[in-house]
């Protein structure tokens, strides 16, 4: 299969994702963002399912297998589902000597381009969550300061 120039950049921005999801404090609409992107890919014949893999660090020390997309010289994973363990062949451990090549693709841009291509927004996959109130609210500025830093000890006192 040879990559398209729109494979290509897809690729990157999925890479670029992946990569950012990996750090972020709130990854979940990165990942969703590369599960759409990838199974889209898929669907469409821009990526393939190779086969699967063993996975690094399995939750809860259960051993756990992920299924491995080629695009182009992409590679990601993905969980696996219980067709992937009938239809693709496991490829064993996971070869830590191969690196997926540079994207430079700043993360703003991924994001659109990926979100334009799924139609997936970013607060369309998460509930809304009514705002809580702040626990110090109503106690005097003063008061919550605590030192002359501005951080409170557990020796101070109480008030």
């Not at 109130?133 to 605590?146: E, Q």
Request: charged share 25%; hydrophobic share 30%; aromatic share 6%.
């Amino acid at each position: 299969m040879k990559p398209s120039p729109n494979s290509v950049r897809l690729a990157e921005a999925v890479h670029t994702v992946n990569r950012h999801a990996k750090t972020a404090p709130d990854n979940r609409y990165l990942y969703s963002l590369k599960k759409a992107a990838l199974e889209k890919m898929i669907f469409e014949g821009l990526a393939e399912k190779t086969g699967l893999h063993f996975v690094r660090n399995p939750s809860f020390s259960r051993q756990q297998s992920a299924v491995l997309i080629t695009c182009g010289e992409f590679l990601f994973h993905l969980p696996a589902t219980k067709e992937d363990f009938q239809t693709l062949p496991h490829l064993g451990d996971q070869n830590l000597e191969i690196r997926n090549p540079k994207a430079s693709v700043s993360l703003r841009a991924a994001k659109q381009l990926l979100s334009d291509y799924t139609g997936l927004k970013e607060n369309s996959d998460q509930p809304e969550s009514p705002a809580t109130p702040s626990p110090r609210r109503g106690v005097p500025k003063k008061d919550r300061r605590g030192t002359a830093s501005g951080h409170r000890s557990w020796f101070g006192p109480l008030k």
